[in-house]
């Protein structure tokens, strides 16, 4: 059996690699991406304890973070769709104005 | 007593007519204000008769309760105050009712023939009436604490009335500084309401007179009802103008003349003697406080005396004679024969609201002009006013048996009996007072006319013309002018006889009762002597200023000018007012200037506002940079604040 603390490394990992996406990318959907490693990067240690500890409670937390995560990429994506629009650019260092 | 149920509608009914003036009165037309001007205050003279006819000293006095007001702490208990809503009517609150009703009535009949051309003509009414109302509340008042709202309220119709011509600069500032003066007396007024408060636990007159009453006078030295006393004195001299707080008098003749006449002659001014009377229970145990009343008193007798000699303006006169009769009705206080201070606060009403409303009518007829030296001559073109104004100038220079003689003699008689010092100078008051009255009624009415004179002796009733003001020859006063002074005119001849053989004083013996210091009844001799003594100064004041003003017009130059230096002095009003200034207006300019202004406001206030708000943007400058609008900077700093979270966490964890 793999150690749980493998498992948290390489969920430790995955999150960096999400954080260091999110601050050092310029492009909304490579951002946005990075923040969907995040998510399952904490999912992966979520239904790691779950399996380590042999209770559900992870596992269901997952199913919520799925939730929301679709949630938040249909708003997201639909948000991204109109800055393009408007915009013409996918650079966040272009996008820091509220009003046009 | 059947009528009394009535007594809360006498100052209410003025009240009304000021209400329904102030705020309709722009709109309506003149004739609707004069009615409403003229009847609230007609009725509430009608139901002040009407009570007085069926007044019985049997039972007196009578309170009126109309509602409760203060009440506080629990009954039985010590702590226990209350003031009410609650009129009190004895003698002396039924004498000043009559005097305040009937003169304020017919100076309000004189003011619309007065005012009829001024702009703001509803607005005259509205603070006279208004003036009404506070002047009954104050006389009417059943405790201390109404009278001083009263007391307050007739100072703001004052101030408004004096500087009812507020575009022009002195009257708006005489305003204030009646007002100012006026508070530095209240402060010494209320000082001792709180005194009585504190002792005495009410403000009630039956309350604290009931109390006040098994104390022994108070002749070993100074105690608690001389200091009650005195402070209660400070207030009526902010408001009756003695001295020290005489200054603003002269200034309010700034007002309109039947403003002068009814506020600043005939009733406010008297306030401070009502008020002294009313609370004789207090002064009579208190010696020293009586002393110093019936000082000032003589003081301010003689000292306004002397200056009204030297004054041009006709209204100015006036005004010093208002405050040397008024020293003259605390000189009777001050000894004690309240009931002769009361008396002469009646006939002085009669004859000097006769001679402010005559000198209006002169001043109406000369155009507005109110220096003497330029009027001269007129008792030909407006006979009906000096007639009045004749017998008003008897009447206040002793002359039997006119009202001013009666009441005068009566002061004097009391004075000689508790120190002839006190009779000396009141006797030399009363010849300067003959001296400067005829001098006025001479320089104004004897002689060749000195005004302009734009058209010929034909043309001269043309001059009767409405708004024709200032031009052609003086001419007489309209009827409504006329009437109240004929009025006041045939009070001024008989309104001294109730004082024969001190009738008026038996009357308010229920009030004042037995003066504790044994009257000498018996000095009959003396009291003819002293009569005649007066009634010679009387006309020696007369004679002299006869031979001065009109067989002898060059010598006032002459005595004027070998007096030199002293009569410099005298005509400027013994520099009062400068020194006045000088010592404390200036003091107080200079340091609300520096200290106030420059230290206080700007330094501290100002610099504190100003300071925080500064450091405020000072941070919000730096902290603004936060909020870029670049997302990838949100990013860093959401991460740099979950890495100081995670940092946290990992050192608590580490130090448990």
């Given amino acids: 059996m793999v150690p749980l603390s493998y498992y948290l490394v390489l969920s430790g990992i995955l ?26 990067g904490v999912n992966l240690s979520f239904v790691a304890f779950a399996a380590h500890w042999h209770t559900l409670s992870g ?9 929301v995560a679709a949630a938040e990429a249909a708003v997201g994506l639909a948000i991204i769709i109109s800055v393009y629009r408007t915009r013409e650019t996918l650079n966040v260092d272009q996008v820091n104005l509220l009003k046009l | 007593m059947t009528q009394n149920p009535y007594l809360w509608l006498i100052p209410t009914l003025p009240l ?11 709109r309506s037309s003149k004739k609707a204000v004069t009615t409403i001007a003229l009847v609230f205050p007609g009725l509430a003279f009608a139901l002040a008769l ?13 309170v009126f309760q109309l509602a409760h007001w203060i009440r506080s702490g629990s009954i039985g208990l010590p702590n226990y105050f209350t003031a009410d809503f609650a009129f009190y009517l004895d003698q002396l609150s039924l004498v000043m009712l009559l005097v305040v009703t009937g003169v304020g009535f017919l100076i309000h009949v004189y003011s619309v023939g007065y005012m009829s051309d001024d702009p703001s003509y509803y607005r005259f009414f509205t603070y006279l009436n208004l003036f009404m109302f506070f002047m009954l509340t104050l006389i009417l008042a059943d405790n201390y604490l109404m009278m001083f709202v009263g007391w307050e309220g007739v100072g703001l119709a004052s101030y408004l009335l004096i500087g009812f011509w507020f575009t022009k600069d002195s009257a708006a500032s005489a305003g204030k500084k009646a007002f100012i003066v006026n508070r530095i007396g209240d402060f010494g007024f209320l000082i001792g309401l709180f005194l ?6 009410s403000l009630n007159f039956t309350d604290v007179f009931a109390k006040v009453a098994p104390l022994g006078v108070e002749s070993s030295g100074p105690g608690l009802l001389t200091a009650i006393g005195i402070l209660l004195m400070v207030g009526a001299c902010g408001k009756s103008a003695q001295i020290p707080l005489y200054v603003w008098l002269p200034d309010a003749m700034e007002g309109p003349t039947p403003v002068s006449a009814l506020i600043h002659a005939a009733t406010m001014v008297t306030a401070g003697v009502y008020m002294v009377a009313r609370s004789h229970v207090i002064f009579e145990r208190a010696p020293i406080a009586l002393t110093v009343v019936a000082i000032i008193g003589t003081l301010t007798a003689l000292f306004a005396a002397t200056i009204g000699i030297t004054q041009t303006d006709i209204k100015k ?6 405050v040397s009769q008024l020293g003259y009705m605390f000189v009777a206080c001050g000894v004690g024969a309240f009931s002769a201070g009361i008396f002469h606060l009646m006939t002085h009403a009669f004859f000097k609201g006769l001679l402010f409303l005559g000198a209006g009518s002169v001043i109406h007829a000369v155009g507005g002009e109110q220096d003497m030296r330029k009027m001269g001559g007129l008792k030909t073109y407006i006979p009906t006013t000096f007639t009045v104004m004749l017998i008003a100038t008897a009447a206040i220079a002793g002359i039997p048996p006119l009202a001013g003689f009666w009441s005068k003699d009566e002061i004097l008689w009391k004075a000689f009996e508790a120190n002839p010092a006190y009779w000396v100078i009141g006797a030399i008051t009363a010849f300067i007072t003959s001296f400067y009255m005829f001098r006025l009624l001479f320089m104004t009415f004897w002689g060749d006319y000195k005004g302009i004179q734009v058209d010929d002796h034909g043309h001269a009733h043309a001059a009767h013309a ?12 309209p009827m409504v002018m006329l009437a109240p002074l004929m009025v006041l005119a045939l009070l001024s001849l008989v309104g001294g006889l109730v004082g024969i053989h001190h009738g008026f004083g038996h009357f308010l013996e229920p009030v004042f009762g037995e003066f504790p210091q044994a009257v000498t009844e018996g000095s009959g001799n003396t009291e003819w002597l002293l009569m005649g003594i007066s009634v010679l100064f009387s006309f020696g004041g007369l004679a002299l200023a006869y031979i001065l003003y009109v067989s002898k017009p060059y010598l006032p130059e002459k005595i004027s000018t070998s007096l030199g230096s002293f009569y410099d002095a005298v005509v400027n009003k013994y520099y009062v007012d400068e020194i006045y200034a000088k010592l404390f207006v200036k003091p107080l300019v200079d340091g609300s200037n520096s200290i106030l202004w420059q230290g206080v406001d700007r330094k501290v206030i100002d610099d504190s506002v100003n300071n925080a708000a500064d450091s405020a943007r000072h941070v919000s400058d730096e902290v603004r940079h936060m909020q870029s609008g670049n997302l990838r900077s949100y990013a860093g700093w959401i991460a740099a604040g979950a890495a100081v979270l995670i940092a946290y966490m990992i050192w608590k964890g580490i130090r448990q």
């Fill in chain 2, 16 to 26: 009304a007519g000021a209400a329904i003036n102030g705020f309709l009165g722009r």
């Fill in chain 2, 466 to 477: 409405h708004g024709d003001h200032g031009h052609g020859e003086p001419h007489e006063s």
């Fill in chain 2, 317 to 322: 006169v006036l005004a010093y004679s208002t």
């Fill in chain 2, 50 to 62: 009407k009570i007085a006819l069926g007044f019985s000293s049997a039972t007196a006095p009578y």
């Fill in chain 1, 59 to 67: 596992q269901v937390f997952v199913f919520f973070v799925m939730v």
């Fill in chain 2, 196 to 201: 009585i408060i504190q002792h005495f636990g």
């Fill in chain 1, 15 to 40: 999150f960096a690699c999400g954080v260091t996406g999110f601050l050092i990318k310029r492009n909304i959907i490579t951002i946005f991406m990075s923040i969907e490693l995040m998510l399952n």
